[in-house]
Protein backbone atom coordinates (compact mmCIF):
# COMPACT_ATOMS: atom_id res chain seq x y z
CA UNK A 1 0.00 0.00 0.00
CA UNK A 2 1.61 3.29 -1.31
CA UNK A 3 1.81 5.76 1.72
CA UNK A 4 1.45 9.51 1.18
CA UNK A 5 2.95 12.79 3.19
CA UNK A 6 2.14 15.94 2.33
CA UNK A 7 4.16 19.35 3.20
CA UNK A 8 4.83 22.48 2.76
CA UNK A 9 1.64 24.18 3.84
CA UNK A 10 1.48 27.31 6.12
CA UNK A 11 -0.21 30.96 6.69
CA UNK A 12 0.35 33.17 3.91
CA UNK A 13 -1.24 36.67 2.75
CA UNK A 14 -3.43 37.20 -0.09
CA UNK A 15 -1.17 37.14 -2.99
CA UNK A 16 1.34 35.33 -1.90
CA UNK A 17 2.72 31.77 -2.78
CA UNK A 18 3.46 28.28 -1.23
CA UNK A 19 4.63 25.16 -2.90
CA UNK A 20 3.12 21.62 -1.57
CA UNK A 21 5.29 18.33 -1.60
CA UNK A 22 3.68 14.42 -1.23
CA UNK A 23 6.02 12.10 -1.04
CA UNK A 24 4.92 8.57 -1.81
CA UNK A 25 6.12 5.26 -1.01
CA UNK A 26 6.55 2.45 -3.28
CA UNK A 27 8.42 1.49 -6.38
CA UNK A 28 5.96 1.95 -9.23
CA UNK A 29 4.97 6.09 -8.49
CA UNK A 30 6.16 6.93 -11.85
CA UNK A 31 3.07 4.70 -13.64
CA UNK A 32 0.64 6.27 -11.45
CA UNK A 33 -1.32 9.40 -11.85
CA UNK A 34 -1.14 11.88 -8.77
CA UNK A 35 -3.35 14.23 -7.88
CA UNK A 36 -4.21 17.42 -5.51
CA UNK A 37 -7.35 18.15 -3.32
CA UNK A 38 -8.35 20.08 -0.54
CA UNK A 39 -10.76 20.18 1.57
CA UNK A 40 -12.25 23.52 3.46
CA UNK A 41 -13.80 23.45 6.52
CA UNK A 42 -17.97 22.27 6.18
CA UNK A 43 -16.88 21.51 2.27
CA UNK A 44 -16.30 18.51 0.27
CA UNK A 45 -12.93 17.81 -0.56
CA UNK A 46 -12.26 19.02 -4.07
CA UNK A 47 -10.15 17.74 -7.08
CA UNK A 48 -7.47 20.40 -7.31
CA UNK A 49 -4.96 19.23 -9.88
CA UNK A 50 -3.90 15.91 -11.54
CA UNK A 51 -0.78 14.88 -13.76
CA UNK A 52 -0.13 11.62 -15.36
CA UNK A 53 2.86 9.69 -15.47
CA UNK A 54 3.78 10.92 -18.56
CA UNK A 55 3.12 14.59 -17.47
CA UNK A 56 -0.11 15.59 -19.20
CA UNK A 57 -2.19 18.05 -16.79
CA UNK A 58 -5.27 19.48 -16.08
CA UNK A 59 -6.66 21.74 -13.28
CA UNK A 60 -10.27 22.50 -11.16
CA UNK A 61 -11.31 25.91 -13.28
CA UNK A 62 -10.82 28.35 -9.79
CA UNK A 63 -7.05 27.80 -10.24
CA UNK A 64 -6.10 27.61 -13.61
CA UNK A 65 -3.18 30.13 -14.22
CA UNK A 66 -2.41 30.59 -10.21
CA UNK A 67 -1.32 26.64 -9.61
CA UNK A 68 0.98 24.65 -11.21
CA UNK A 69 1.14 20.79 -10.53
CA UNK A 70 4.56 18.58 -11.56
CA UNK A 71 6.48 15.37 -10.22
CA UNK A 72 9.91 14.07 -10.44
CA UNK A 73 9.41 10.20 -10.55
CA UNK A 74 13.07 10.07 -9.14
CA UNK A 75 11.82 10.91 -5.82
CA UNK A 76 8.55 9.81 -5.68
CA UNK A 77 7.12 13.10 -5.37
CA UNK A 78 4.63 15.33 -6.62
CA UNK A 79 4.43 19.21 -6.44
CA UNK A 80 1.60 21.91 -6.24
CA UNK A 81 2.63 25.68 -6.93
CA UNK A 82 0.30 27.97 -6.07
CA UNK A 83 0.90 31.59 -6.82
CA UNK A 84 -1.21 34.34 -6.04
CA UNK A 85 -3.14 32.65 -3.01
CA UNK A 86 -6.69 34.01 -2.25
CA UNK A 87 -8.59 34.00 0.62
CA UNK A 88 -11.12 31.13 -0.95
CA UNK A 89 -7.87 28.70 -1.21
CA UNK A 90 -7.82 28.05 2.77
CA UNK A 91 -8.25 24.44 2.76
CA UNK A 92 -6.24 21.09 4.08
CA UNK A 93 -4.64 19.82 1.43
CA UNK A 94 -4.29 16.57 0.07
CA UNK A 95 -2.91 13.85 -2.39
CA UNK A 96 -3.42 11.01 -3.59
CA UNK A 97 -2.78 8.52 -6.63
CA UNK A 98 -4.79 6.62 -9.88
CA UNK A 99 -3.43 3.16 -10.52
CA UNK A 100 -4.84 3.59 -13.59
CA UNK A 101 -3.07 6.95 -14.79
CA UNK A 102 -6.36 8.43 -15.12
CA UNK A 103 -6.57 12.18 -15.94
CA UNK A 104 -9.83 12.93 -16.58
CA UNK A 105 -11.37 10.44 -14.25
CA UNK A 106 -9.09 10.29 -11.92
CA UNK A 107 -10.36 7.79 -9.02
CA UNK A 108 -8.26 7.86 -5.64
CA UNK A 109 -7.39 5.31 -3.63
CA UNK A 110 -8.33 4.58 -0.39
CA UNK A 111 -5.68 5.40 1.97
CA UNK A 112 -5.72 9.43 2.44
CA UNK A 113 -2.11 11.18 4.05
CA UNK A 114 -2.54 13.68 6.93
CA UNK A 115 -2.45 16.85 4.31
CA UNK A 116 -1.14 19.91 5.09
CA UNK A 117 -3.04 23.06 6.08
CA UNK A 118 -2.88 26.08 3.92
CA UNK A 119 -4.53 29.58 5.13
CA UNK A 120 -4.37 32.84 2.95
CA UNK A 121 -5.30 35.39 5.28
CA UNK A 122 -4.11 39.37 5.68
Known amino acids: QVQLVESGGGLVQPGGSLSLSCAAS????????MGWYRQAPGKQRELVAV???????RYTDSVKGRFTISRDNTKSTVYLQMNSLKPEDTAVYYC????????????????WGQGTQVTVSS
Open 96 to 111: NLDKYNQVFAFMPGNS
Open 51 to 57: ISSGGNT
Open 26 to 33: GSIFSTYS
